[in-house]
């Protein structure tokens, strides 16, 4: 511990192989896979576009009195969190890019949110939140960390040490860690984005966030966008089993209990 009470930030992936290696082992043991071989493991999430007769406060596209609204997976996961909990969320966002997320939040759970507060590297990105230049800025008292999208684009010892680290420090005592990012054992997936740099494999995922955080879940992903994807997931199901390979894009990581 500091000197003012504060956990310490601790060492590199690299220092603390063994210790990932056996959250690795939890994760297998927990969602009942063998090993790296297993494609199947976390529960899987297939979300759809929402509907309804008014304006989401988000991206949307209108049929007469209907509104047809994009619901990817963390729109989802993010609606239960706030639907769980009663009291007020400070939100930490990390890298809100466009503030889809952001939108979202405000105009659906505007009540529930104490402070907002967004983190980009690209200074030029601005949305309904309050900017931080750095992650040293990011005040006491958070509740919710956002990362969608995000952590793909570090390697994971910068990840770890200059993101989840410092925020360690900031968090409150039932604060949760929310990340999603594309699955890499599936086919296509992270290898058509160039600036992607890092993979995380469902149980690695699990793995590395439980260097943290004492509770960890993971999502696999499936987002039903246009009907093509709808009428192509069947197949696409059966086809992945048989090959053996993953059939959902997409993971999502739920933390919570910061240790």
């Not at 209108?62 to 969190?81: E, T």
């Not at 466009?98 to 983190?119: P, Q």
């Not at 990840?159 to 900031?170: A, D, G, N």
Request: glycine residues 8%; contains cysteine; proline residues 8%.
């Amino acid at each position: 511990m500091n000197v003012d009470g504060r956990p310490e930030v601790r060492g590199s992936l690299a220092d603390r192989y063994h210790e990932l290696m056996g959250f690795r082992q939890e994760a297998f043991e927990r969602y009942r896979a063998n090993d790296i071989s297993v494609v199947a493991g976390p529960p899987v999430r297939v979300t759809f576009p929402s509907f309804g007769f008014r304006d989401q406060g988000m991206k949307h596209k209108r049929f007469g009195p209907l509104y047809v609204s994009d619901s990817p997976p963390m729109f989802s996961i993010v609606d239960r969190i706030f639907r769980e909990r009663a009291k007020p969320f400070t939100i930490l966002e990390i890298g809100p890019g466009r503030g889809d997320l952001a939108r979202h939040i405000r105009g659906k759970f505007g009540n529930k949110v104490n402070a907002y507060y967004g983190l980009d590297r690209d200074e030029t990105v601005i949305g309904p939140w309050t900017v931080l230049e750095d992650i040293s800025e990011t005040p006491d008292g958070i509740d919710l960390v956002l990362a969608s999208e995000v952590i793909e684009h570090m390697p994971a010892d910068v990840w770890q040490t200059s993101i989840v680290e410092p925020l360690r420090q900031k968090l409150t005592r039932d604060a949760i860690f929310i990340a999603s990012t594309p699955n890499p054992t599936s086919p296509g997936g992270i290898a058509r984005d160039f600036t992607h740099v890092q993979h995380y494999p469902w149980y690695d995922l699990a793995a590395v966030f439980r260097l943290t955080f004492s509770d960890v879940e993971v999502y696999r992903t499936y987002y039903a966008y246009d009907p093509t994807h709808l009428l192509i997931m069947a197949p696409r199901f059966i086809l992945c089993f048989l090959l053996g390979i993953e059939w959902c894009p997409g993971l999502i990581c739920v933390a919570r209990n910061a240790r």
